[in-house]
Structures are given as C-alpha cells and as structure tokens.
C-alpha cells in the first residue's frame, strides 16, 4: 500500500483544480489518476504543463502494471530530486527510468540491487573458477553484471555512466519479461575430459605390444 504520507495527499486532493470536472469516480480512483492527483499536488501546473491534465493510455498501462510499492518508492524519489533542487517533473520516459532505478519491476530488483550486486561479484570472483559459479542472487543480474563490465571496461565508464546503464540494462530486461521471453539460465561450462590413464594405443604398439587395449 501507499505510504501514509501519500494516502493523506491523495486524500486532500482538490479535484476541481486538477482536472476540469468528471464525475467518473472509477476513472478517479484508479491507480494512473491518484498518481496524477499526487503528482500535481507536488509538482502543480508544471505537470500539467509537461505530461497533459489527464493520463494517456501509456500512461494508464504504466501506472496500472506497478504496485503500490513501486509507486510508494517513485513518489518518494520524486521528492527527492525536488529536495535536490530539481523540481521540474519527469516526462513518461525519464518516470518508465526512474521506476526501473527503484520500482523494483516486474523483477522485484532495482538499479541498486544491480550495483549491489555487482560490487559484490567485483569483491569475490576470485574465490570462483568461473563467473557461472558464483552465487547469484537472481539469473538476471548475471546477464546484466557480465553486460556492465564488459562495457564499462570497453568505454572505460564512470560511476554514473555505470549507473545509467544498469539503468538500461535493467528496463531492457524488465521488457524482456513482459513480453514473455525468459531469462536464460545460468550454465556452467563442463570440465575438460581427463585424459585415459596409462599409455594410448600409439604408445604401447611403439613399445612392441602385438594386442593393444
């Protein structure tokens, strides 16, 4: 559910200076519209003023496909980056990147979770003998951790460039997901074969052994 700081703002919404008046109760109280409410109620015109004074079916399946959690860790990073001095609203694609930076997803895993976890791989894969060995916490940072250093050596990325493409990785992968492909599974690579023990049959017909085994 809601924070209960959320629940209150969107309790004291002020509908009629929001939207020009509907009495659409349920297209009121779905998740995309409370959101919209809340969102004014932090931002006021400037989110009208950039996304419009109603949700667009994007929006409405964007908002619709979170839960209250995810929308709880938006909102909250919302006000953060007013606190921060940032205050001018996020369009619909810097809202689909900040929900994939702490919504947590289809996924449950967060833009945090991915640099976790790859501080984490970076501080003890040399205790493995391969990457595949390594405990991973979920198949997916797997993929998404290979992809960060590959890249992150390749174009020699900061910290923050870093985190922008985990940023994306993880959005791509979210979408992956939803459209039903799955994650592929970590193999770990076979062992070479031992070699027979004793000498081979070249060897032991060298040595003048008329039956070789």
């Not at 039903?180 to 690579?189: D, F, L, S, W």
Request: with cysteine.
């Amino acid at each position: 559910m809601w924070n209960s700081d959320i629940t209150k703002t969107t309790q004291d919404r002020t509908q009629s200076s929001t939207w020009s008046g509907s009495n659409d109760n349920t297209r009121q109280d779905s998740a995309a519209w409370r959101l919209w409410d809340l969102m004014h109620k932090i931002y006021g015109q400037r989110w009208n003023a950039k996304n419009g004074n109603r949700p667009s079916v994007l929006w409405e399946q964007q908002i619709g496909a979170m839960s209250g959690e995810q929308i709880t860790r938006v909102c909250n990073a919302c006000i953060e980056r007013c606190t921060s001095g940032n205050t001018w609203p996020p369009d619909f694609a810097e809202f689909v990147a900040l929900v994939a930076e702490c919504g947590g997803g289809v996924l449950g895993l967060t833009v945090e979770d991915v640099l976790a976890e790859n501080k984490r791989w970076r501080d003890n894969f040399f205790r493995y003998n391969c990457t595949e060995a390594f405990p991973w916490k979920h198949p997916v940072l797997y993929q998404i951790c290979v992809e960060l250093k590959r890249k992150g050596i390749e174009f020699k990325l900061t910290d923050k460039e870093l985190r922008n493409l985990a940023a994306q990785e993880l959005a791509h992968w979210e979408k992956r997901v939803k459209s039903g492909m799955p994650i592929p599974p970590i193999r770990q690579q076979l062992p070479p074969s031992k070699a027979p023990l004793g000498p081979t049959p070249a060897q032991q017909m060298a040595a003048g052994n008329r039956y070789v085994k």
